[in-house]
C-alpha cells in the first residue's frame, strides 16, 4: 500500500497516516448504503478502480472512519458517462478522486451565490497544476433558486438528487459525473458569457516563461500561460459584452502592448489561486502591482481596481491550473507598480508551500452574509455546451495569432455585431 500512503501523508494530519489499510466492514457497508439508495453501478466502479494503487488509496481513505463527502453517481450518470473516461481506467480513478472531498460538509449549503468549496482527492498532476504543486484540486457547490444543490460550472449540469450518509461519509447523490476541470482553451467554447474576446486580447500580449527544463525565460502569449504554464492564478475575464463595452476606451490603447499588457495583468493575481469565498472584503495585488478590492453586498461579488468597479458574472470556473471569475466590466487600469508585484509573487509563492490539508470550506469563514433573492440576474446557468453569449465571434482557432492592432477591428466587429 505503498502508494495509499503517500496519498495519504499527502491529504491528512500525519496522525492518520497510521489508518491506510481499507476497512473491508467500512466498505461493504458503504456500498450497502448506495445500493439502498438504488445507486449500485457505482459499487462495480469502485471495485474496478481498486485495481490500482491510487484506487486502493481512494478506497482506503474514505474508509478511515473520518468524515467524508461523496459525490455519487447514480446508475444513469454512470451510463451516460463519456466512454473517454470510463474507458480509461487511469482517468476513471481520478474522476472518482474528484468525487471524494475530505471533511464534514453536512451543514446547510447556502444559496447561490455563496458557494462552498472544498478540496477533493484528485492530485494526479495531469490534471492538477495548481500553486506550489502539492494542492489537490476543487469541486465547487450551490443551491440554485430550484432548491436543488448544483455542482457548479461543469459542463453537463450536475445535480444532487438525494442525499444519504453511511457513519462518517455523507453520500450526495448526483445525476451526472463530475468532469475533472478543463484547460482554458477547453473551457472557453462552452462559457455562456461569452470568453472569445477576451482570449483574442490575451492572444496579442506576450509574457515571460521560464522553462525549467531548459533554465531559459521564453516570451509565450499571456493567452498561453494561462491556458498552461502558470500554476496557480485567478483571472477576471471580462465577458464578450464587457468587451464590447470598452470598445473605444480598447481601442485608443491598440498597438500599444505595453499598456494592453498593463492592463490584462491588473485582471489577474499570479502566483494564487482564490475561489469566490475568498473575495470578501479584502484587497489583492495584481499581476501588474496594482490593488485589487473585493467587496460582497446585497446585489452580488464585485472587484474593483482604480476607478472601475465590474460585477462577478460567474465566479468559479476552476481550471487545472488556477480559476476564472468571469466580469460585467473590462478593469481599465494601465497602472504598473513592478515593486508590489515582485513583492506579491514573492508572498504567494512562500504562502504556496504552505500545507495543503483542508478539511472544511475553503474560505468560508471569510464570507459574509448576502442576500441571494436580490441579487440582480446574477448568472445562474452552468457552462452547457449552449453558447447563448449575445454576440457573435470568430472561432477561437480562427484568432490565433492576430496582431494587437487586428484587436481594434476585432472590437469593432464585436460593436457591430451587437
Ligand atoms: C471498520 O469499520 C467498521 C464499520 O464502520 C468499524 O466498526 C470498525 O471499528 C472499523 N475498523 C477499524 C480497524 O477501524
Ligand atoms: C481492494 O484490493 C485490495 C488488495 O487487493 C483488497 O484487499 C480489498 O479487499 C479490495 N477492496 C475492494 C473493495 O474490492
Ligand atoms: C465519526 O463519527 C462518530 C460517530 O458517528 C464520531 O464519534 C467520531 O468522532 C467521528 N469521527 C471523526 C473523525 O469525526
Ligand atoms: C472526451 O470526449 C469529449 C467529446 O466527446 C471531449 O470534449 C473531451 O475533451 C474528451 N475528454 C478527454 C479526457 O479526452
Ligand atoms: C452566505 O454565507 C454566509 C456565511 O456562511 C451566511 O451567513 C449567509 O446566510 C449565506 N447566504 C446565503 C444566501 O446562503
Ligand atoms: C538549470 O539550473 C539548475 C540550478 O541552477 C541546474 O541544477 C540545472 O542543471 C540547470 N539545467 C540545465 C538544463 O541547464
Ligand atoms: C520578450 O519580450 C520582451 C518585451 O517585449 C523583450 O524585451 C524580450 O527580449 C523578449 N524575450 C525573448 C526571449 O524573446
Ligand atoms: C507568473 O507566475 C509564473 C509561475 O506560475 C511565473 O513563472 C511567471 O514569471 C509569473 N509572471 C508574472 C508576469 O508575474
Ligand atoms: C503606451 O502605454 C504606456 C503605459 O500606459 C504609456 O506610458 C506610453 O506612453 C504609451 N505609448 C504610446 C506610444 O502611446
Ligand atoms: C482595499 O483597497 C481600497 C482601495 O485602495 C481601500 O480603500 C480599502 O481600505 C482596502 N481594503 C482593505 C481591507 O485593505
Ligand atoms: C453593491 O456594491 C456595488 C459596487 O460597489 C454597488 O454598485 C451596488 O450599488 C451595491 N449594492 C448595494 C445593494 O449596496
Ligand atoms: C479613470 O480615471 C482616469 C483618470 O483619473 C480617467 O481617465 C478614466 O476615464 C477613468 N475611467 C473610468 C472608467 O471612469
Redesign the pocket.
Known sequence: MKTSSILLGALLPAAAIAQIEQNETFITGLFQTLQNSGVTSLSDVLTQINSSEVGQGLLANISSGSPYLLFAPNNDALSSA????TG?AG?LTDTIGYHIVPGNFSSSIPTYPNITIGRTLLTDPRFVRLEGGNKAQVAAWAEREDGRTHVLNQ?NDSTVVDVTSFENVTVYIIDHLL??P?NFS?TIPTNNEGLTAIETILQTVQTPVFNTSTNETANVTLFQALDVDWHGFTFFAPSNGAVANASSSLESLAGNETAIQAVLYNHIINGTTLYSPLLANQNFTSTAGATLAFTINATGQYVTSANTTARILQPDVLLPNGVVHVIDSVLLNTEEDPEAASSAIASATSVATESPTETEPVGFSQTVSLDATATGGADSTDATGESSGAFVVPGRNALVGLSVSALAVLVGALVTLA
Open positions: 463519456p466512454e473517454n473516461i480509461d482517468l459542463r468532469i475533472i478543463e477547453s
